[in-house]
């Protein structure tokens, strides 16, 4: 036996028992006479105590060669410490070490194994397994398979059974470009990684499956944003013979109960506003709405004037920043440059101070009148002391900016709280999204997903307008989730195909299987996907979602530990019928 007890579990009711313990040492103080050392596993660390008086000289010796990180193996008595550390469950006690093995030695790390250490991300991504000895890490680990289990245990309990998928297949369009692998043994042809196990739920559907869930990687090959990984981790779940409504209740519920076990939290029922409704209240389809500063449309009391830059603007559109007016001129000044920089893209910004005496100041005072600027804080909901910042131009643009805007002034303000949580969903999504590069309609969310059965005469006349049942979970400002009820059956996904461009050769290549499936009793079905990586890194009370993955990639898509990808030799090229013609 290695150990009788871990690191994290002795205490004063253990006095006078002699354990053995095994672990890393974490830390040396060598007082000549007397050496103490913490000794560190998954579980805590304990103090061990190394004594002239008290230790065997040759003990003593080995333990003077100690030095971090190295495996050892102790057994001692554990004993009253003189000066007990509070902070930690073992801080009461330590043992005085009757024995001692070196289980291994270890090279210095490159970087302190401490809460906050000395590493850069680079150089703990290369030694990863030594960064995940350390708390913070190794916390986030065990959080994410407390969040998973948490999850398996809920939909286990609402009869979901989980069903593992392949991982070679054929690619699924979802939008981005896939990761493929060549086949040896069929020349020429290629699996693709799944971007979400889409098509096979929706056959365990046809298969009566029911209610299926999995935790399941998928893997997209996108240009990499921060914080997106190539390969992800999504609770895929489909059901069948649902409506939307199904769907909304069952998987509101798993939220529910996420944030009550994992956040003691309770919430409200969760709110729901359609994608239009999302885009006019807050410029954005996943609105953070743990604070206010909802958008005003300003157009009826501002383009009534000779004020030619909002005259000609497609929308004009203001939020109140709440305290705000207190800004100088330069903070106004600079928060105009912020919304000038590149990654916003407005072209200026008019504002207007709301003073504690009512009155109200504008920086197009030349134009407007006092109650033309009542109006505008009418419209903003802006009270005495807020600063009502204005965009104008083409509305899509315009949207996108004053959200960044919106976002930005509730960071500022410390108003995207970690230890708040405001879900909500976004329903009635447009079923097609016009693409400029390639000048035609994509499916939004998927091409299976189903038009709005009253909007399918629109898919001709006016593809833009048609919505689909689909729909977002959002949290904080994050999308967590999303899903649709599907198309199930030929002709609708057929007709589907079509006005997203494929031939119907095209289309019967590369669906056939599914649509040859929905004439063999398809039932109506639907389902969604939550992101893993996301929602645990939001649970946490965090920002970037690396820490709750083992082994991430970096934002040029590189494991730096393993160093993938890499070259390939010639063997394995020829067996894959492969040959590199080009490397930049
Ligand atoms: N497969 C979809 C996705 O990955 C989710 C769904 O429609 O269920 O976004």
């Known amino acids: 036996m290695y150990r009788t007890h871990t690191n994290g579990e002795l205490n004063a009711t253990k006095l006078n028992q002699e354990v053995t313990l095994a672990g890393w040492v974490q830390k040396v103080r060598d007082k000549g006479f007397m050496i103490w050392v913490d000794l560190r596993d998954r579980y805590g660390i304990t103090q061990l105590i190394f004594d002239e008086e008290r230790t065997d000289a040759k003990v003593i010796e080995k333990a003077k060669s100690l030095a971090r990180e190295y495996v050892i193996q102790i057994t001692g008595n554990v004993i009253e410490r003189e000066s007990k550390n509070p902070n930690i469950p073992t ?243 600079k928060l105009i440059d912020w919304v000038k920089r590149p990654q916003v893209g407005a072209l200026g910004m008019v504002y207007a101070k709301y003073n504690d005496d009512g009155s109200l100041k504008s920086s197009v005072d030349k134009f407007y009148t006092q109650d033309d600027l009542k109006q505008w804080a009418e419209k903003t909901q802006a009270k005495p002391g807020d600063l009502i910042c204005i965009l104008s131009g083409e509305t899509n643009k315009v949207r996108a900016q004053l959200s960044a805007l919106r976002m930005e002034m509730a960071e500022r303000l410390g108003l995207r709280k970690a230890n708040e949580f405001a879900p909500l969903w976004v329903i009635d999504f447009p079923l097609l999204e016009w693409d400029e590069e390639t000048q035609r309609y994509h499916a939004m969310h998927h091409p299976f997903t189903a038009p709005k059965k009253e909007d399918i005469p629109l898919l001709n006349s006016n593809p833009g307008a048609v919505k689909a049942n689909a729909y977002d979970l959002v949290l904080n400002g994050n999308e967590i989730g999303g899903g649709s009820i599907r198309i199930h059956d030929k002709t609708t996904q057929a007709m589907m195909f079509e006005h997203l461009g494929f031939t119907p050769e095209e289309a019967q290549e590369q669906f056939g299987f599914l649509m040859d499936a929905f004439q063999y009793g398809a039932p109506p079905h639907g389902g969604l996907a939550f992101g893993l990586d996301r929602l645990v890194a939001i649970l946490g009370g965090q920002e970037s979602i690396r820490d709750f993955i083992a082994f991430p990639k970096n934002n040029a898509g590189r494991d730096v530990m393993i160093d993938a990808p890499a070259a390939i030799d010639q063997t394995q090229l020829q067996e894959l019928h492969l040959a590199i013609t080009h490397t930049s």
């Open 91 to 333: 801080g009461e006690i330590e043992i005085l070490v009757t024995k001692l093995e070196i289980l291994n030695t270890a090279k210095t790390p490159p970087f302190t194994i401490e809460n906050n250490t000395d590493g850069g991300e680079e150089l703990r991504m290369k030694y990863r397994y030594l960064d995940i000895r350390r708390n913070p890490v190794k916390e986030k680990l065990i959080f994410r398979h407390k969040v998973s289990m948490a999850v398996r245990n809920y939909l286990t309990s609402d009869n979901f059974v989980e069903v593992e998928t392949p991982y070679l297949i054929k690619s699924t369009p979802e939008g981005a470009r896939d990761f493929v692998v060549p086949s040896r043994m069929n020349e020429g042809q290629f699996y693709a990684l799944p971007q979400s196990p889409q098509t096979f739920k929706q056959l365990l559907m046809v298969g009566g499956m029911d209610k299926y869930f999995q935790i399941v990687k998928c893997f997209r090959d996108e240009d990499l944003r921060a914080d997106r990984q190539p390969e992800f981790t999504q609770i895929d779940c489909e059901m069948a013979f649902v409506e939307q409504e199904d769907i909304l209740n069952t998987f509101e519920g798993l939220t529910r109960h996420l944030l009550k076990e994992i956040n003691q939290v309770e919430v409200e029922k969760f709110p729901r506003i359609t994608y239009d409704e999302a885009m006019r209240k807050y410029g954005n389809d996943k609105p953070d709405i743990r604070f206010g500063m909802e958008f005003g449309e300003l157009n009826e009391v501002t383009q009534h004037k000779d004020f030619k830059v909002f005259n000609e603007a497609e929308l004009v559109v203001g939020i109140a920043v709440p305290g705000a007016a207190s800004y100088s001129r330069k903070e106004i000044d």
